[in-house]
């Protein structure tokens, strides 16, 4: 055995050192560039009006964001703030909280990592080094927020630009851009009860990271209070550096205590709260809570088994609530962010529902009532996000309802996402582009222009300015490098139908007269895509395959894009559906190609693609001969509790589908290599999985490697870091799985 739990420094020397043909020149590049995306335009949304365009970018190989302007009628792009100007050449002072905010929503790199805009398009509110600041697009004047002491979290300006609010000490404050009177308007915040803060389940799996939201007329302030204070508390320490203290969290782990949490409505110049009244009992979870200017304040509260979601209208000055819809499912109701969208002129709300079978867009009346389907569940709806991220593109882009039109995004192949128009009188789908890809758009909000951002499997992604009728006005400027290579890379359905989608990537120098070692480069679980007609994700399986491997992935059943059932066949079965698939799929894909040596196959994956390589080596060692785990979750009752209890039940009534889908539960089997990666200060997945099947494998007398990526998270962004991460696990599949053969 190499390396055992207690010794983890006897890890040989990575082969690139020993073997000239593992040049690592390029995933220098690709780790320096960030998979080659640094220096394209990011964050990119129009002003009200249409008329501008902003957005965040940073230098090829500076991972540090600065805000820039496209102007609409002229095609020019100015640059309107840097961080250096702010703040020199310090860098940058983040709290913990900003830190651990920035985890959750996988952000790496610095600078403005996002920006607000005030209503009227002229003021920007951006956020550096701890401190507030609002830009002045006119002039480019500089304003720095005259702000208390104490961490600032989630800025937003008022619906009138003329105050900020944000959380600071765990209370809600407001801060009046004129007189720069900063006001607290919430009072008993603390660590274990905050205000204004969502908690850490809403982040990392319900993807809402704001926990309060300004009233359209801004004179009230609904926010989020969190009683965390029966919560296991967990610790994240460096054990590079025991001369610091760790790092403290609450962590509710799957059958325990959850964060409590209740809404309160506030005057945004200070008062009494109101407390919005529903069954917190049995729905404890608050999904969303959405207030604009079309209709009510209505939130969307869930079961803990996240098996009915209720949507409420709110009355602000009561807190009383009136129940519009209810959706239940008998495995899991999916929280969408972009929905409920309220429509002008009392003419309802527009509404996803799965409960035909696939996500359909829905026309509800202001009282809840269907009026009708819009986009029936046979046209490829893409519901999404299924998280208020500004990262991911909305599933409804556009909706003109004055105008008689929606803007969607809509596939029936969930390998790319297209945009169409949707006549909303005949329910024709018109498209907006043709190019086989994953296509996005955001829309202004007068409807005049848009921007569309694009990627295929032979081009990078492309962010495009076009007016209303699709013309293009230009393209935001990237200063990005390009990839030194097009991958190699094909997508094919194989298989009984329905069939798995999969990604066949061959060395550049593919001899069709060997026969290559094969890769399967794995995630399988819920709510993600591995097999995309997106270029950056190709790149790293491209080089991996240059050293020798056809690299392969497949998308099997759990994850998104292929209907109800599909995607839900894994409620309960972690342990046995994903990798059923992945073997099904394996062989299908070695049917279609001949070249493929199914005699030796490894794979790899990270987080949950991590926790299905191990599974792999230990349940089917006949098929897969070696893996490389990362960050993988080891033990299910270790993971957090909304995530967890969505798939796998309550660790109480359903102990059989955590024990079938526990990694230590056949640990004793190992019978092939493995090597296990993970960062030491993971908050997500944390490093005590890795440690604990390392600690049973040890005692089961088995052998295995450990890498431990000193005081890294669940991202790897350090370039040196990643660069030597990727020689390692090459050499590891060389090693075990060896070269092409005639």
Known sequence: MRVLAATLACLPAPLSAKDPALATSYLRDHAETRGFMLGRPVRARPIPNGSAVLFLRAQPRVAVLGLYEFDVATGATREIATPEQIIGAAAENLSPEEKARRERQRISVGGFTDFQLSDDGDLVLVSLSGKLYVIRRSDRSILELK????????????????????????????????????????????????????????????GRFSGYWWSPDGHSIAYEEADAKDVEIWHVADPAHPEQPANASYYPRPGKTNVKVRLGIVPANGGETVWVSWNAERYPYLGQVRWDNAGPLTIVVQTRDQKELLLL????????????????????????????????????????????????????????????????RDRGFIAGPRTESHRAPPGLA??????????????????????????????????????????????????????????????????????????????????????????NTEIVNVGDEPGFFAAVTRPREFDANKRYPVIVNVYGGPGHLQVLRAMGSQLLPQWLADQGFVVIAIDGRGTP???????????????????????????????????????RVGIFGWSFGGYLSALAVLKRPDIYKVAVAGAPVVD????????????????????????????????TKLSRPLLLVHG????????RHTLRLADALFRAGKEFEVLPLSGLTHMVPEPLVMERQWTRIAGHFQRHLGKPRP
């Open 561 to 599: 894009g292929r209907g109800r059932d599909w995607e839900r066949a894994i409620s309960r079965h972690f342990g046995t559906v994903p990798l059923d698939d992945q073997v099904a799929g394996l062989h299908a894909v070695g049917r279609r190609f001949p070249e493929l040596d199914l005699d």
């Open 636 to 667: 299910w009752l270790d993971y957090d509790t909304h995530y967890t209890e969505r798939y796998l039940g309550m660790p109480d009534a359903d102990r059989e589908a955590y024990e079938e889908g526990s990694l230590l539960t056949y640990a």
């Open 313 to 376: 209208k709110v009355d602000p000055v009561t807190g009383r609530t009136t129940r519009l819809l209810a959706e239940q499912d008998p495995a899991w109701v999916h929280l969408e962010y972009d929905v409920p969208h309220w429509l002008a002129d009392g003419k309802g709300f527009l509404w996803t529902s799965e409960r035909e079978g696939g996500p359909q867009l829905e026309h509800h009346d202001p009282e809840g009532k269907l009026v009708r389907v819009l986009v029936p």
């Open 680 to 687: 030491t200060a993971d908050d997500n997945v944390f490093f």
């Open 147 to 206: 702000t208390g002491p104490g961490v600032i979290v989630d800025p937003h300006f008022a619906p009138d630009g003329q105050s900020v609010a944000y959380v600071r000490d765990y209370d809600v404050h407001v801060l009046d851009l004129a007189t720069q009177e900063e006001r607290r308007i919430t009072s008993g915040g603390s660590e274990p009860l905050a205000h204004g803060l969502a908690e850490f389940v809403a982040q990392e799996e319900m």
């Open 398 to 487: 556009d909706v003109d309802w004055r105008s008689g039109s929606l803007v969607v995004r809509a596939s029936a192949d969930p390998t790319q996402s297209l945009l169409y128009r949707l006549s909303i009188a005949t329910g024709e789908m018109a498209p907006l582009d043709d190019a086989p890809g994953v296509h996005g758009a955001v829309f202004a909000k007068d409807h005049s222009m848009y921007i569309e951002q694009s990627t295929t499997l032979t081009a990078m992604p492309r962010t495009i300015v076009r007016h209303a009728d699709g013309t293009e006005v230009g393209e935001l400027p990237s200063v990005a490098e390009e990839p030194p290579f097009v991958p």
